[in-house]
């Protein structure tokens, strides 16, 4: 089944059949190492610039622990912490995980986080679930990682169950609920729920179970195969974002050169990319600072200057900038 989240502003902003948005992942900084400096105020402030100028959604990530082999700690913050912090700072641009590992949380304690982030902020609220690929998270979890595909599987129809009904009767591997209810419900019941990569999952699992799939950047002919394929398995129209590392160039003519899971380019050669994601099926990019050269906030004024009109978001109406 199709949900059209008609009540859900974030989902708006983010989403619409045909179009492709920008998004922006936490840290709005460029940074070496794992650890990034996340001056709090200087993170405000992008924020707030970003919900202003148009940009479609803030991201923000699950990292429970620091792995220093994957040499990136996110926002530092808990996401939920950071986004219901974000989200007294802004009013209609969505936040949105990149991603909420499930295997590690109960799902109790995710429904519960999320509906009230999503009921704070108005409805904003987009999830992008994972099954988690670090490996020392599970062991000091206590969980067998080879169990992960099973337990996102369980995650997903819990916690939708607990914001869908009351008082459900629910048997899992995290437990059993009879006579309790989960409050508050997010807004319409329902949270866009986007699977991250493969999750351990088939694509018709992930096309029947996600509202939409969030995939990591790839070369332009595979990314083509790889929304072919969720077109087919979605003959009802269902959104296909993806990431994308930049490092914009001063020249805007700089033409590409490969960086860690994107390129570094003048805003140009962005745009042309951005272009030939949208004719494969590419609904929504988020773009990610951390290997840029420059300062972020110029890089983002220059971006919403001259990338962002080329693919601009069509708020709902009832979202209103302070």
């Not at 995710?110 to 999503?118: E, H, N, P, Q």
């Not at 992960?148 to 995290?174: C, H, K, M, N």
């Not at 380019?265 to 609904?283: C, E, K, M, P, T």
């Amino acid at each position: 089944m199709t949900y059209t989240f008609s009540d859900r502003p974030g989902w708006d902003a983010m989403f619409r059949q045909g179009e492709l948005t920008l998004g922006l992942m936490y840290p709005l900084e460029s940074y070496s190492g794992a650890v990034p400096r996340l001056d709090v105020a200087e993170q405000v402030e992008q924020s707030v610039l970003a919900d202003q100028r148009g940009f479609a959604a803030l991201w923000a990530r699950d990292v429970p622990l620091l792995d220093l082999s994957f040499g990136d700690g996110g926002q530092l913050h808990d996401t939920w912490v950071w986004l219901t912090h974000i989200a007294a700072k802004t009013s209609r641009i969505a936040l949105a995980t990149g991603s909420t590992v499930l295997p590690l949380r109960n799902p109790i304690d995710v429904a519960k986080a999320a509906a009230s982030l999503d009921q704070l902020s108005g409805g904003r609220l987009v999830i992008g679930a994972a099954t988690g690929d670090r490996g020392v998270e599970f062991p000091a979890y206590g969980l067998n990682r080879d169990h992960s595909g099973q337990l996102f599987r369980e995650s997903v129809t819990t916690i939708r169950r607990l914001w869908a009904e009351d008082f459900p009767d629910v048997d899992s591997v995290y437990g059993t609920l009879r006579g309790t209810d989960l409050l508050p419900k997010p807004v319409g019941r329902r949270i866009p729920l986007l699977v991250t990569g493969n999750s351990r999952q088939d694509i018709e699992w992930i096309a029947e179970h996600g509202d939409g799939w969030l995939m990591y950047p790839r070369p332009i002919v595979q990314q083509r195969m790889i929304t072919t394929a969720w077109q087919q398995a979605t003959p009802e129209w269902k959104p296909f974002a993806q990431s994308l590392y930049i490092d914009l160039e001063e020249d805007a003519n700089g033409v590409p050169k490969p960086i860690h899971l994107g390129f570094r380019s003048g805003w140009r050669a962005l745009v042309d990319h951005l272009g030939q994601l949208h004719d494969i099926g590419v609904n929504h990019v988020a773009i990610n600072l951390k290997y840029g050269r420059r300062p972020a906030p110029e890089v983002l004024q220059e971006i919403a200057e001259n990338v962002l009109p080329h693919f601009p978001t069509v708020f709902p109406e009832a979202a209103k900038v302070h």
